[in-house]
């Protein structure tokens, strides 16, 4: 006797098929795999149906009408099987109208043959439920499923061989199907009921209806995330729905029993009722949401949540600014939370790729601009192109979808990604995601490529400020060589120029003292002026080296107790006839009272001095009238003061800055001698502060100057020092 | 203090020997000149080697002992003379420069010795100088 649960049994593998097959019809009603996929679902719920009703009726001719309409089915089921092998993954290899009349002709006669007892020769009711004797073409019906079950297995086999490893994939569903029934039924109703248990006979037809199942996902896995929604959704209903009216028939008919005994419901039994229905009305969002972890964990293992997903997206480009990082780590992002094979980010810059994360590479070579330009529509979803060269290009670089990265202003690159990892096509859901990505990635990327430019920038400009600085140290090397050079010659020739000096000098000196017999008025006039030009000379090249000295940095003070009125005093006899030679009266005020004794370099202070006054000279003569040069040497307080004031040219306001410095020469100075150094001011400066000392200087342009130095009186002779080393005449 | 000494040139006796140490021969034939006419007996030598050869030989009161010399310089001169033991507390030396050096000057400060820059001195100057040494 057949019991109830396998009765259930079999109503609830019906129901399934049932929803199954119509969820695939609907989902695609035009493709031809769906349909045969929903007459098979069709047959196979007409047989289970008939044998559920033969096996459960006591009425033996509707039994027996079962039994053939069953037979039927079977044929019918087999037909489809074969039919199906053939369009499965996809019906890409049309099923030719001859070929399917020729396989239906001994399904047609085997139906038709159904109602005479050629196929079925007599049906009986027993105990375990209808008993089915066989025709004549019982064993031909045999040969029959045994042959299209071989030609559908092989087709199944030979469409494997050739599928890719996408629809690879969708086979090992179905085979998956096929062996998980296969053992579940074999198990069941044949290994178990040998060893003479038969109570787990009920699970057959599920069993039937898990090969279903995992077919129905295999087909339409790769169209719609949609029914494997209902389906998710369906299975969590039916197990909180089950689940809910076990306990609750449980609950209500046993132990309700247990505690009121008794076929009377009584208040308190009611009461109870009640509870129960409210603690079962909280268990079921609990329970729901169980059912719908585990659902979602069996039917989207590759689901994400997109809020989720942005949100980290957002995170990263916020937070990164280096190109390379954050390509890295955008890819990395995508692809691990959207479940993504690859994906590749690549940056173009006018004609030429400016970054790229070089995670997507060709058979040969990487994604070359040329191919790159062709992609640079918005989106191109490979799937979903039917052909052509954007397709071609696409699947030899497996990628599945591209976006373009723009912003308004700029088109900056593209991200490639390759095909999901669950195998499936890119979903709207995951196309519009990817455009939000997309655009908020070209605004990062714009900041980044700006970013990563300023950098190059900065990088090529410091190679350049260095090899610039590299330059000047190597000029200025130079010029330090040249600036030795010129000292050293400067320092020669000074040198060079003495000895023919100190011959002139001293000879035209003994002729003036008489060494030479003597000598008329007439002739000493000349002779001195002679003397006084040797010795102008003298200084010059003096200043000439003491400045080649100063720039070596030999230039030293050799100072000595010295006799400064006696030194102005020799320097005014020394420059008196060359005044006169220039028109210009030249008048010394001494000191009241005798000086004390200064420790200062005789040498260079007498050049001082008589640069001081040899240029009152030569710039004292004014436009108009007599020039005149004034002299003077005073103790002013604690000081010495010496002052050369002139009548002359002056100096312009704006050359008084640069007047001390080297080789330097007021314009109207320059007018006025040509010949001029521009060392005696620096020389001057130089040697009083050096002492010191400090500068004086006064002067008005076209109406005279003003220039002398003033020593403090504290240095006073330290006795014994050293000796004078030259005498000094007055 | 000097007019006193120029006043007296020309009643030395020749018998004050001077070596002159020189090698420009316009400046030495100057000062020759200026120092024969002043009466005093000077030989010459045109670099160092012959001014110490002559020195050794001579003993004179005074040399003027150039240091810009072929040879030996000035201070090389000394040296030497100081190692072959020559007495040099009875002759004076007047060093004779082209240049106000530093180290010059400073060695001839060391050795207590008067020094003298040439171009910044007229013949007159320098036999003062001699005159007033020679006196002491």
């Not at chain 1, 029993?257 to 268990?283: K, S």
């Not at chain 1, 020799?570 to 420790?599: C, V, W």
């Not at chain 1, 130089?686 to 004086?696: A, F, L, S, T």
Request: net charge positive; hydrophobic share 45%.
């Amino acid at each position: 006797m057949p019991t109830v649960i396998n009765v259930y049994s079999y109503l609830i593998t019906i129901l399934g098929l049932l929803i199954v097959g119509f969820f695939v019809l609907l989902n695609n009603k035009k493709k031809i795999t769906n349909q045969i996929f929903f007459l098979l679902v069709l047959s196979i719920v007409l047989w289970i149906l008939c044998l559920l009703v033969a096996d459960n009726s006591q009425n033996i001719n509707v039994v027996e009408a079962a039994s053939r309409v069953a037979f039927s089915a079977s044929a019918l089921v087999f037909l489809f099987l074969l039919f199906f092998s053939q369009v499965f993954p996809s019906a890409k290899s049309r099923l030719k109208i001859g070929q399917m009349v020729l396989f239906a002709l001994p399904t047609a006669l085997f139906v038709i043959s159904s109602i005479s007892k050629y196929s079925v020769e007599s049906v009986t009711i027993q105990s375990y439920g209808a008993d089915v004797k066989g025709g004549i073409i019982y064993q031909l019906f045999f040969a029959y499923i045994a042959t299209y079950f071989i030609l559908a297995v092989s087709n199944i086999y030979r469409n494997y061989k050739k599928a890719s490893s996408k629809q690879r994939i969708q086979f090992q569903y179905l085979i998956a199907g096929i062996i998980i029934a296969g053992t579940i039924s074999i198990i069941t109703n044949v290994i178990l009921v040998i060893f003479g248990i038969s109570s787990l006979g009920f699970l057959g037809p599920p069993s039937l209806l898990i090969f279903v199942l995992l077919t129905a996902v295999a087909i339409v896995r790769h169209k719609l995330f949609d029914i494997r929604a209902a389906v998710a959704r369906t299975v969590t209903y039916i197990s909180v729905i089950s689940t809910l009216a076990i306990i609750y028939g449980f609950v209500v008919f046993r132990l309700s029993d247990l505690i009121f005994p008794g076929d009377i419901l009584t208040t308190a039994e009611q009461f109870f009722n009640i509870i129960l229905a409210v603690i079962l009305a909280f268990t079921f969002q609990p329970l729901k949401r169980f059912f719908e972890r585990v659902t979602d964990r069996i039917f989207f293992r590759d689901k994400y949540d997109s809020q989720e997903v942005l949100n980290n997206i957002s995170r990263i480009l916020a937070s990164e600014i280096q190109l390379n990082k954050l390509s890295t780590e955008i890819t990395k992002a995508i692809t691990t939370q959207m479940k993504i094979s690859k994906a590749d980010i690549v940056v173009v810059d006018g004609d030429e790729i400016f970054y790229q994360t070089r995670i997507i590479h060709g058979p040969h070579h990487d994604l070359s601009l040329q191919e790159l330009k062709k992609l640079t529509k918005s989106i191109a979803v490979s799937d979903e192109l039917a052909g052509g060269e954007r397709k071609e290009i696409m699947t030899s670089y497996g990628v599945s979808v591209s976006l373009a990265l723009r912003t308004h202003e700029q088109f900056l690159g593209f991200l490639l990604l390759g095909e999901k990892l669950s195998g499936d096509i890119y979903s709207s859901a995951d196309i519009k995601l990817l455009r939000i990505i997309a655009d908020e990635l070209a605004i990062a990327i714009q900041n980044a490529k700006s970013y990563a430019e300023i950098q190059r920038f900065n990088e090529t400009l410091q190679v350049k400020i260095a090899w610039a600085t590299q330059k000047l140290r190597n000029a200025n090397t130079d010029l330090k060589e040249l600036d030795k050079a010129k000292d050293e010659f400067i320092s020669m020739a000074s040198h060079q120029l003495r000895t023919p000096l100190t011959t002139t000098k001293g000879y035209v000196s003994m002729v003036l003292d008489g060494d030479f017999g003597k000598l008329s008025p007439k002739q000493l006039e000349p002779l001195q002026q002679a003397l006084d030009s040797a010795n102008r000379m003298a200084g010059l090249v003096s200043d000439l080296l003491n400045v080649s000295r100063m720039d070596a940095g030999k230039f030293f003070i050799d100072a000595h107790p010295i006799d400064l009125a006696g030194i102005v005093q020799s320097e005014i006899n020394g420059l008196k006839s060359f005044a006169q030679s220039k028109n210009i009266h030249l008048s010394y005020i001494g000191p009241d009272r005798t000086l004390p004794m200064m420790n200062l370099d005789e040498e260079k202070t007498r050049q001082v001095i008589m640069n001081l006054i040899d240029n009152a000279i030569h710039y004292g003569a004014p436009k108009s009238g007599p020039g005149e040069v004034k002299v003077s040497l005073q103790k002013e307080n604690n000081h010495v003061v010496f002052k050369v004031v002139d009548n002359g040219i002056g100096v312009p306001e704006s050359m008084k800055d640069k007047l001390f410095t080297k080789f330097y020469r007021a314009a109207n100075a320059q007018a006025a001698r040509p010949d001029g150094t521009g060392l005696g001011l620096y020389l001057v400066k130089r040697v009083v502060e050096d002492q010191g000392g400090e500068i004086i200087f006064d002067s008005t342009e076209g109406k005279g100057s003003t220039f002398g130095f003033r020593f403090p009186l504290k240095t006073k002779f330290k006795p014994g020092v050293t000796k004078a080393r030259v005498p000094i005449t007055a | 203090m000097n007019d006193e000494n120029q006043e007296s040139d020309a009643r030395q006796p020749k018998t004050v020997d001077i070596v002159l140490a020189e090698d420009d021969p316009f400046i030495s034939r100057m000062y020759l000149v200026k120092l024969q006419g002043a009466g005093l007996n000077v030989v010459l030598a045109s670099n160092g080697r012959a001014a110490v050869e002559l020195i050794s030989a001579h003993k004179p009161k005074l040399v003027l002992l150039d240091i810009n010399m072929p040879e030996l310089n000035g201070f090389e001169a000394y040296e030497v003379l100081k190692r072959n033991q020559y007495d040099w507390s009875k002759t004076e030396v007047i060093f004779l420069s082209n240049s106000s050096k530093k180290e010059d000057i400073e060695r001839a400060k060391k050795l207590g010795r008067d020094y003298i820059v040439k171009s910044d001195s007229t013949p007159k100057q320098v036999l003062e100088l001699i005159w007033s040494k020679l006196k002491k």
